[in-house]
């Protein structure tokens, strides 16, 4: 059987909260770790039949680009549902609803 690892390397000030953010995959053992400034992981526990999550972010994101990112999560787990479960009517849902934050993001931001 193959294994594959991912390995994020965190930063933490003095109050633990992240300052880099840093990951790689295994995939190509030559990588160099790349910089990112959030990350978001879910995990569904079987046994428990819920979702266990991390999310962390660095304390120089951008507050807009923190807004984007989790369009763009919702966008990509509106295909990954589609894809893994066939499910047009939640996959459409969820990017309607991701059409409606760009344009509420949008708003917010050409009113500044």
Same mark, same amino acid.
């Given at each position: ?8 390397? +965190?930063? *933490?000030?003095?109050?633990?909260? !992240?300052?880099?953010?840093?990951? %790689?995959?295994?995939? /190509?053992?030559?990588?160099? $770790? ?19 999550? +991390?999310? *962390?972010?660095?304390?120089?994101? !951008?507050?807009?680009?923190?807004? %984007?990112?989790?369009? /763009?999560?919702?966008?990509? $787990? ?35």
């Amino acid at each position: 059987m193959k294994k594959e690892e991912i390995l994020f390397n +965190i930063e *933490l000030d003095d109050e633990n909260i !992240p300052e880099k953010i840093n990951w %790689k995959s295994a995939v /190509d053992e030559n990588a160099e $770790l790349s910089e990112t400034k959030s990350i978001s992981i879910s995990l569904w526990d079987h046994d428990q039949k819920n979702t266990m999550r +991390i999310d *962390l972010w660095t304390k120089d994101m !951008p507050i807009e680009e923190m807004k %984007k990112f989790y369009i /763009d999560s919702i966008g990509g $787990l509106a295909q990954s549902l589609l894809t893994a479960t066939g499910d047009e009517f939640m996959a459409d849902e969820m990017n309607a609803l991701c059409d409606k934050l760009v344009a509420y993001l949008k708003k917010d931001l050409d009113s500044r």
